[in-house]
């Protein structure tokens, strides 16, 4: 099995690849890339730098210039090397038929290197845990950041930041069912307005000491690393901060197209980025080192609150784009068999991409207060952010190196260089953030490995479950003989089958005839399969394999970023010559009741839990969207 699948998320809907997009499309794409790829990298100055200073200095001392420009020095390069060079020059190549996020480019390594295709779902896994913790993590630190900016303004307002952060947080989860097309279309020019903020404030304030702009120079950052290694070891994991959300670059590669993401990138965010870390340290130079929250404090009083109601604003929408990754990244584990089938819910009639899972959005929202009401700061939350994204990087340059060197035909020594350069930063950024698990880590980790245990529990489960099974079914074409030769009583009518191994006799069509006694006059043996493509064109969404008079096989292909949807599937197969009518149309399909066993393969407890998940599991009938009055089930129970 090949997984594949989207990190992060946005709120537009798929459009076609970069060259097929006209100019005159090109500024509307821009605005859409502000507010949807750049919302979470966009909002790292409202508490990067502060982290990163709090780390380099003692407690109660104030920092000195080679810290301020050491740390900035480490900042600026960190955002050079990460987003600059690895995702805008090399990650953001490597889409899947224009389609881009960790789980795409794992489809393109898979594909590249099949006889390593179980170690390629291993690190799929991974990253999509690790992305879990990421979603949890960002909506908790984001908003409550942005809303202790209100401490600034008055310390009176202290007791009441984390009482408004969860109702913001709880409104923003409970409108997710009204879906995000609605306020979509505000969020580009409300982030194109913070990004005017972030460099006007900054450029502002580089006045207040010009030297700061020394800090360009790999040799401030060099020095600080060399000077005072240990705590320099402890300040990368909060310089990281200021990179996280570089990975949306590459998630929503497929919704803009690569040259509106990077034209943003180099015209707007990064300088804009740049320059508001350059006036945050100008002003703690200007100060003597004392600031414990520059990018509030640099603000002018007639200023300060309108920043924080637009760094609430831009928090909450980075936010939204991570939860909506989380459906994405949720739905396409679901297609591709690592999850059981959640409810889908779509909000848009026209974009298919705007979903809704209430499964996912209730775990997500109890996770995100959990953890603002637990941590109560902000300061606190920055030690376990780090972890999951670092660690979700790490397996990105993994699968980079794969696709340089088996897609892109890099030699062994160009394609193991640069990702031994990539995977070197990567792995310093993990182990850094490693550090902080005690102090709030853990929270990354064990969201993760429950992710991952969920994941690898129902790919074990179901794989033994199929294996068992099968061993009990009888051959569909042993089946088809017997009939042949002693056909049952024949009905009107077309029966439609469904079925995971097309080869063998759906359970339902064995207890039919044994209860009915009846057969239709044309029976259709029906299997669903999630290709390694994004999207599947519609000439490849159906396969007809005639059987004899009374059988036929159908197979239906659906990308893994598509939602199967059987019937209208089925009404192509009309242009391949099944003419059937869907008011004479019955859909069979098998329910199974599981029961534990101690000989199943898997542990007691692993069996239990593949059974609870797989009685959490959505209805087929809606998951395929097949008309409610046209289904019959049929209860079978198996023991595993």
Known sequence: MVVAGHDGGATAQPQSTAPERSASRLPVL????????????????????????????????????????????????????????????????????????????????????????????????????????????????????????????????????????????????????????????????VMGLWFLVLAISGLYHIADDPEVLLAVSPYYAVAYLIGQPEV????????????????????????????????????????ALLLNYFGQGAFVLAHGGTPQDPFFEMQPAWALLPVVLSATAATVIASQAVITGAFSLARQAVQLNL??????????????????????????????????VGFGE???????????????????????FVVMRHCWHWSLAGALGLAALFGTIDATFFLANAAKIEEGGWVSIVVAALMGLIMWTWIRGTRLLFEKTRKNEIPLDFLIDSLSKKPPTLVPGTAVFLTSDPQSTPTALLHSLKHYKVLHEQNVVLSVATVKEPKVPESERATLEPVNDLFMRVKLNFGYM???????????????????????????????????????????????????????????????????????????QVVI
């Not at 987003?83 to 990650?91: A, D, L, Q, S």
């Not at 848009?348 to 996770?367: D, F, H, K």
């Not at 606190?380 to 699968?399: C, F, K, N, R, W």
Request: with cysteine; aromatic share 10%; proline share 5%.
């Open 339 to 372: 999850l059981p089938r959640f409810v889908i819910l779509h909000t848009s009639e026209t974009q298919s991409g705007q979903i809704y899972m209430p499964r996912v959005n209730l775990l997500l929202a109890l996770g995100v207060i959990m953890l603002v």
């Open 232 to 271: 320099a070891f402890l300040t990368m994991g909060a310089v990281f901060l200021a990179v996280t959300g570089a990975g949306a670059l590459y998630v929503d590669l497929g919704h803009f197209g690569r040259k509106p993401i990077v034209l943003t990138w180099l015209a707007a965010v990064f300088p």
């Open 30 to 189: 821009v605005i859409g890339t502000l507010g949807v790829v750049y919302g979470d990298i966009g909002t790292s100055p409202i508490y990067a730098f502060r982290e990163a200073l709090h780390a380099s200095t003692a407690e109660g001392q104030a920092a000195s210039r080679a810290d301020v420009l050491g740390v900035l020095s480490l900042i600026i390069w960190a955002l050079t090397v990460i987003v600059t060079i690895k995702y805008v020059v090399f990650v953001l190549r490597a889409d899947n038929k224009g389609e881009g996020g960790t789980l795409s480019l794992m489809a393109l390594a898979a594909a590249s290197l099949p006889k390593r295709s179980a170690a390629i779902l291993v690190i799929g896994i991974c990253g999509a845990s690790l992305f879990f913790g990421d979603a949890i993590i960002t909506p908790a630190i984001s908003v409550l950041s942005a809303v202790e900016g209100m401490k600034v303004v008055t310390p009176r307002f202290e007791p009441f930041v984390v009482p408004i952060t969860v109702t913001i947080l709880a409104v923003l989860f409970a409108v997710q069912r009204f879906g995000t097309g609605s306020i979509g279309s505000i969020f580009g020019p």
């Open 378 to 400: 902000s300061s606190e939350l920055a030690s376990a952010y780090g972890i999951s994204v670092t660690g979700e990087m790490l397996m990105t340059t993994i699968l980079l």
């Open 562 to 636: 598509e939602q199967p949807n059987v019937p209208k599937a089925m009404a192509i197969c009309r242009k391949k010559g099944w003419k059937f009518d869907i008011m004479t149309t019955s859909f069979f399909l098998s329910r199974r009741s599981l029961k534990p066993s101690v000989g199943s393969g898997m542990p007691l407890w692993q069996d239990r839990l593949f059974i609870r998940l797989a009685r959490s599991a959505a209805d087929a009938t809606g998951y395929f969207q097949i008309p409610t009055g046209r289904v019959v089930e049929i209860g079978t």
